[in-house]
């Protein structure tokens, strides 16, 4: 089995969902944390884009987590991805369909611009009434089997938590189908495990230091 090590940054969705595949399949790893935003010099060199995750895979650079996913997926079985070919291609539909949904909430609790976090809010909420409409099965997105998509969604209701949590603000409020998948997926032990220690208060710290129009 190759030696694999995980790039990553302590509050970064993208990295998270690598982290749940890791653990949901028992696979050993290293990981290493950074900075995107403040790089060292080794990571710009390894690194096309500049971001994380990158997964190191006896040494080689593997970039984007939806790959990072797929690859840990064929090469540690069972596969999380179902079978059958359409099946699979519109679960990663919907697995690409939650990344844009981790840019608009970075940008709309980081923003010091009231005005423009209200506006990214009511494109953010949109997004997740897309996703509320097609979340119709339980316990999982495909029903009894927890797929690619379920992780892929997972970082952003880890996220809504915490808005909950710290700033009372609910934006799942009446959308019962995520309502009821947030819950499970936050039971389940690979996603717990996913979720930094101080996860909150490294929020926070990076809400201040940006001027988040929610902190003061
Ligand atoms: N499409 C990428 C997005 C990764 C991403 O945006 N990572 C952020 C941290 S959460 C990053 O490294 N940003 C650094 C930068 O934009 O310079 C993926 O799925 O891996």
Not at 14 to 27: C, N, T, Y
Request: charged share 25%; glycine share 4%.
């Amino acid at each position: 089995m190759p030696k694999l090590k995980l790039i990553s940054f302590k509050i970064c969705p993208f990295v998270q969902r690598s982290v749940i595949l890791l653990k949901e399949k028992g696979i050993d790893y290293d990981i290493e944390f950074i900075d995107p935003y403040d790089p060292p010099e080794w990571f710009k060199a390894i690194s096309p884009t500049g971001k994380v995750p990158v997964l190191l895979v006896d040494d080689q650079p593997l970039f984007e987590s939806a790959v990072i996913n797929e690859y840990l997926d064929e090469v540690f079985p069972p596969a999380v991805h179902p079978v059958d070919p359409f099946k699979k291609a519109q679960n990663r539909a919907w697995m690409e369909y939650t990344s844009p949904l981790n840019m608009s909430f970075f940008q709309m609790i980081m923003t010091g611009d009231k005005e423009a976090a209200e506006k990214t809010k009511e494109d953010f909420i949109q997004q997740l009434a897309g996703l509320d409409k097609v979340a119709t099965n339980a316990p999982w997105f495909n029903g009894n089997d927890f797929s690619m998509v379920d992780i892929s969604a997972a970082p952003v209701f880890t996220r809504l938590d915490f808005l909950k949590q710290q700033f009372d603000m609910d934006l799942l409020e009446g959308f019962s189908n995520l309502q009821r998948w947030s819950k499970e997926i936050h039971n389940r032990q690979s996603v717990l495990d996913s979720i930094v220690e101080g996860f909150d208060e490294l929020m926070l710290g990076r809400m201040k230091a940006s001027d988040s129009w929610l902190v003061d």
